[in-house]
């Protein structure tokens, strides 16, 4: 039995002696290196660019403006969430007469390395007149704000507007209202490998494109729409890649470009971008402002939960449409069941880099916003937070449960899972119980701790599909073709463990081939956590397909009933008997002898996301001198249906926490009002070391498994994220309840608590 | 950029010597990549906050983002490709990171091993916050770090194990220097 077992990934000794290849490693010969010009400018529009004294500089190969491009080029199209009315405020490739961003791309440079396209890039002068730039979403729905997309008429570039109930009537009759305005800051992915592409033309014209990932098929697509040139013409290869988390592999401005430069010039072209620019240049995620309003009743019911939300979409509309406000909105009531529900999604526009998803994408967002408003409740009742928790949870005997709001084309119906138990597991592993009474004494030693619950539901398995093609080769070794990609999460373990418990080999034996055009037929690829959901359920199939074939060849051989037989351990077993009766390989050779193929293509379809569901709880204790803040405890208990490899849904959890910890504390790309990025390296944005990632206890449970999927997997990738900044908020504000704090906006800063702490106690203990 | 620029550099890597002739300007990193095509050393920032492009040169943890080619002229310099002691073998340290799953995407790992590598020379029996205050200088956006942890304490407990078997008990073993013992 392979599925299940924490074994040890196929991918990482290649990787731990130097040998994976990123598409940086990767040189060709006459290889080139592009640099891109970007807009220094939040907003300006562009006079004129002088390229003349670049042009001379011996080792330029290529200089390419906005205007060097072809005029009937199409904007890069939405991918995920496509909305017609947002195809007027799409990005191109190069700005041509206004630049709304501040790294918006102006200028193309190919020279014979890197070093010479730097050198180039700074012989180009761009003339331009700056603009007001817009930096927030209220200034830019200030009716004297100038529109940034005129074609749409408004910086409201969309707005979104579910409901459930009639929530004025609902609100007017609750006895209790709180009205909170929460902020969600700017941070993304900030995966430690930059984005980088390397773009060839052999002699037949054949465009080949390292570095795509994530949805390679889909760039695919769009390249050959962008450029006009057959499919059958381009050929993307996956690489190894340095961190997903979101914003890597979508189709950006560089995606067009570099494949377009190679073409010009007919020789190779690579471009890796440098820290600075993925800061400036790649998916921003998450900035959102909360307007909420709650009515509840004394016992801390929740009746009516009211949320306009102003999404700061950025300059432009990317390949993720309006996923974030459609996923925030979808997933905002969690796991409550809550009468009345009214969401309002303004998807605003503003000069800052464009966003996207980022692990957990309207999830961490909405999920601090829900939980820390469910504690504002029972502080304002005096209530236990866990009680009113309870009060509000779906029971499981509501599933399949439905709030009415709809994401991504779907309506929302959590298929399964039982709240109540995950938070009672959750209350007793922290010692709920009795903490009041070590928070008491720790108070007594001066000491100030406080624990904070956050409880969230995920959404995961996003369909249409997924293919898998399995193929034994002539050496025995599992050829397993899959449309997903790897962005460094284990998808070639969790694959090869499906096809493994399948078709009884050592799962060493199989070899996972990923993201290449030529090989694999067809593939959606590797978001919103579908990963082992959807492309292990086409392995899974498309393995028992080949299981049958093989048993079948089998049968005929023996003269057995195949359904008498079986593969265990490599050899073709009767069932009934026990008897082992040949190894795979002989009926390998029978079968090629007999001009069976042995390969099968699976393609699963779902049309429904499964929804896995978990808490994560903190404990903190709060220095009084210097406002710090320190871990004691982090516990996270996630009902993931099935673990395929639980030391892999571990290690998601735990590198999804850090993230997480990274967004609730120490991350933020902050601009300032010229609409300058002012958070652009390493020193400003923090990204959490080992000092600040504290041991993580991970509970992996498996009480609810999908229905919706033969594995019974829910996916794990994305749970570990979105509950950390309400848990330790919520920890904050219990350890300082005493202290005139009010947690609503993230990143929580130090010289926020010592602020509340040097006004003193408010109320007195 | 004219070759009376080039510099001719002289230097040592995993073992192996080198002659090559650079521009001044040229990155440690660039060098150990584009020119040996070393390119197990890989670069997350290249202003030195990451850790991933860590090597060892002349018995120290550098940036090599931070250091030009020019400054490696006759040192020696191990990079990740030449930590296991031959190349069928792994190094306790890579053996841990396979087994305790310290590793994801792996692009961190290189600087992660070196960094490790060091530490692990310098402190025998590290505590689990030793180690993570050890391996503070290096990121790693995927893990969070727990599962490095481990592997850095199993691989600790690995090398005891067998300098253990070569030289017997810890406590009854003569005193070498460390520079001396062959791990």
Redesign the interface.
């Known amino acids: 039995m392979t599925i299940g077992k924490s074994v040890k990934r196929i991918e990482d000794p290649r990787l731990l002696i130097g040998k994976g290849q990123y598409v940086g490693d990767i040189l060709l010969p006459d290889q080139c290196e592009a640099v891109i010009v970007r807009s220094p400018h939040a907003h300006a529009k562009i006079l004129r660019i002088d390229t003349e004294k670049a042009k001379q500089l011996p080792d330029v190969q290529l200089i390419l403006t906005g205007d060097d491009l072809p005029k009937d080029l199409e904007a890069i199209p939405m991918r995920l969430a496509p909305n017609e009315a947002l195809t007027m405020a799409l990005q191109y490739p190069l700005a041509k007469e206004k630049v709304l961003y501040a790294g918006e791309p102006v200028a193309l440079i190919v020279a014979s390395n890197r070093y010479m396209a730097e050198d180039a890039a700074e012989l180009i002068d761009v003339y331009y007149e700056p603009l007001d730039p817009i930096i927030d979403v209220h200034q830019a729905l200030h009716p004297d704000t100038e529109i940034l997309h005129p074609k749409i008429g408004s910086n409201d570039l969309f707005l979104l507007h579910s409901k459930k109930g009639d929530i004025d009537e609902l609100l007017k009759n609750s006895p209790y209202q709180l009205e909170e305005d929460l902020y969600v800051q700017r941070h993304s992915g900030i995966p430690l490998e930059t984005r980088g592409l390397l773009a060839f033309v052999d002699e037949n014209k054949r465009l080949t494109v390292y570095g795509p990932t994530k949805v390679v098929h889909f760039n695919h697509q769009i390249l050959s729409r962008l450029l006009k040139k057959d499919k059958k013409e381009i050929r993307f290869i996956e690489t190894d890649v340095g961190g997903g988390f979101g914003p890597r592999g979508e189709f950006y401005p560089e995606d067009y470009l570099i494949p377009y430069a190679a073409l010009k010039i007919g020789k190779p072209v690579k471009w890796i971008e440098d820290r600075l620019e993925h800061m400036k240049a790649t998916n921003h995620s998450r900035e959102q402002k909360h307007h909420v309003v709650v009515g509840f009743d004394e016992t801390g019911r929740i009746h009516a939960f009211k949320d306009e939300i102003y999404v700061d979409t950025g300059a432009y509309i990317r390949t993720h449409g309006i996923t974030v406000p459609v996923l925030t909105q979808g997933l905002l009531a969690g796991p409550y069941d809550i009468q009345g529900l009214d969401f309002k999604v303004h998807v605003v526009a503003t000069n800052k880099t464009p966003t996207g998803t980022y692990r957990g994408p309207g999830r961490f967002e909405g999920t601090f916003v829900r939980e820390r408003v469910i504690d504002l409740v029972a502080k304002k009742l005096n209530l236990d937070p866990t009680v009113v928790r309870e009060r509000n949870l779906i029971q499981p005997n509501q599933m399949p449960y439905t709030n009415g709001i709809s994401a991504l084309g779907q309506l929302v119906e959590y298929d399964s899972g039982d709240y109540p138990q995950i938070l009672a597991i959750a209350k007793e592993e922290m010692d709920w119980e009795n903490f009041h009474k070590r928070k008491a004494q720790a108070e007594q030693n001066g000491k100030f701790i406080g624990l904070g619950f956050a409880m969230f539901v995920e959404k995961s398995g996003l369909g249409p599909w997924e293919f898998c093609e399995v193929e034994f080769a002539g050496n025995g070794e599992l050829i397993c073709k899959t449309g997903l990609a790897d962005v460094g999460q284990g998808v070639e373990t969790a694959l090869a463990q499906i096809c493994s418990e399948q078709l009884g080999i050592p799962y060493s034996k199989v070899k996972v081939i990923h993201g290449d055009t030529d090989v694999v037929e067809k593939g959606n690829g590797s978001f919103a956590t579908r990963g082992t959901v959807v492309g292990g359920s086409a392995a899974y199939y498309a393995s028992a397909e080949l299981k049958k074939k093989i048993l079948q060849v089998a049968a005929d051989q023996y003269h057995l009933p195949s359904e008498d037989l079986d593969i265990k351990e490599e050899v073709i077993t009767q069932v009934t008997t026990g008897l082992k009766l040949c190894s795979i390989s002989s009926i390998l050779k029978v079968a090629k002898a007999q001009g069976i193929e042995l390969r099968e293509k699976y393609t699963f379809s779902i049309d429904h996301m499964s929804y896995p569901y978990g808490i994560h709880a903190a404990e903190v204790a709060v220095d009084l001198e210097t406002g710090k803040v320190k871990i004691e405890k982090y516990y996270i208990a996630y009902d993931v249906g099935k673990a395929i490899n639980p030391m892999l849904v571990k290690g998601q959890l735990v590198g999804g926490m850090a993230q997480g910890l990274g967004g609730a504390m120490y991350e933020e790309l902050r601009y300032d009002d010229n609409g300058q990025l002012i958070t652009g390296s390493f020193m400003d944005y923090l990204l959490p070391s080992s000092m600040e990632v504290p041991e993580i206890d991970i509970n992996i449970l498996e009480i609810s498994p999908s229905p919706l999927n033969p594995l019974g997997a829910k996916g794990a990738g994305e749970g570990g994220t979105v509950a950390v900044a309400p848990a330790i908020a919520n920890a904050i504000s219990h350890a300082l309840e005493k202290y005139p704090l009010h947690l609503t906006s993230l990143p929580i800063r130090p010289e926020q608590i010592r602020e509340a702490i040097k006004k003193g106690p408010s109320i007195r203990g | ?1 004219s070759q009376s620029n080039l510099r001719n550099i002289t230097f040592s890597v995993n073992g192996k010597g080198y002659n090559v002739q650079v ?1 001044p ?2 990155l440690l990193s660039d060098v150990l ?2 020119e040996l ?11 030195g ?2 850790g ?1 492009c860590t090597v060892i040169m002349d018995g120290r943890p550098i940036r090599s983002c931070l250091a030009f080619g020019v400054q490696a002229d006759k040192a020696e310099i191990k ?3 030449g ?2 002691e031959n ?1 069928c073998d ?1 190094h306790p340290l ?1 053996q841990a ?3 305790k ?1 310290g ?8 600087g992660m ?1 070196m960094t490790a590598y060091d530490f692990l020379e310098k402190n025998h029996n590290p505590t ?1 916050e030793q ?3 050890g ?15 481990e592997a850095v304490e199993l691989a600790a407990e690995i090398i005891n194990k067998k300098k253990e078997s070569l030289e017997g008990p810890a406590d009854k073993r003569m005193v070498f220097p460390s520079a001396e013992v062959e791990v």
């Open positions: 950029m521009e300007r040229m990549r584009d095509r070393l390119t197990g050393t890989h670069v997350g920032c290249e202003h906050i990451c991933a990079t990740v490709e930590l296991a190349s792994f890579q990171f396979w087994e799953h590793l994801q995407c792996g692009f961190c790992t290189s091993l689990r180690i993570r205050e391996i503070s200088g290096n990121l790693c956006r995927c893990t969070g770090y727990q599962n490095i942890v």
